[in-house]
């Protein structure tokens, strides 16, 4: 009898209790579990249980949902893409200062870390999501800083990396204050077809889902990685 109930305990996903609190504030009885990346099986990340009925909820918490969206709970398909390609291509990061801007669940961030940074700041402005990072990098045993507000952190960065925060057009002037900052910025995007930012290069295009997946339209699982190389920062 033991040994069956050590096997169902071991078989039971592991959850964060305080990630499942926090999301229960917008989706009721919904629970937060450790999840292995499909492309990134090196990494796992506490996120929204696969079977929440997402179809099934009621007027009010739509509205909840539009009007604080829990983007830490998912891993977009973009995250998703740079961090498999950093995992790729350590050379990228090893070594150097990153910051993840707008790093959700952290899973660029974390991903940097493991892939030999020397330093890796975590940069979101929701406190929920910085505490869905800590979680995270935990979960990964890596070490990875928080901060909340991009503008206020003055340290020195190498790089900096960028995964889906061109969904609102509105924010592509962000690009510009990122070459203020780092030589290089490493991008993925599933909403932009056709980056026209110099200095931005297409490098290549890669196809990837959110997890859990959300059964997005087609077009936004081909996520585009860019990068950008600076010659002065001011």
Request: hydrophobic share 45%; charged share 20%; proline share 5%.
């Amino acid at each position: 009898m033991q040994d069956t109930q050590y096997e169902a305990s071991m078989a039971m996903p592991q959850e964060s209790l305080v990630l499942s609190t926090e999301m229960a504030k917008t989706l009721p009885d919904a629970k937060v579990y450790a999840q292995t990346l499909p492309q990134c099986p090196e990494l796992s990340l506490y996120l929204l249980d696969a079977h929440y009925p997402q179809h099934a909820l009621d007027y009010e918490t739509m509205m909840r949902l539009m009007n604080e969206p829990s983007y830490w709970a998912f891993c977009w398909a973009s995250g998703q893409v740079l961090a498999r390609f950093i995992l790729q291509y350590p050379e990228w990061v090893r070594n150097k200062r990153v910051l993840d801007f707008g790093s959700g669940s952290g899973v660029a961030a974390i991903a940097a870390a493991k892939a030999g940074a020397l330093s890796v700041m975590a940069c979101d402005i929701d406190p929920i999501a910085q505490l869905s990072t800590r979680e995270n990098a935990a979960l990964n045993q890596v070490d990875v800083n928080i901060c909340g507000d991009f503008f206020a952190y003055h340290e020195d960065i190498d790089i900096i990396l960028v995964a889906d925060v061109l969904y609102d057009k509105a924010n592509i002037p962000l690009l510009d204050a990122l070459s203020k900052r780092a030589k290089t910025v490493l991008l993925a995007d599933s909403r932009v077809r056709h980056l026209s930012v110099a200095p931005y290069q297409k490098r290549c295009t890669i196809s990837s889902t959110t997890i859990p997946d959300l059964d997005e339209s087609q077009e936004f699982n081909q996520v585009n990685i860019y990068s950008a190389e600076f010659a002065e920062n001011s």
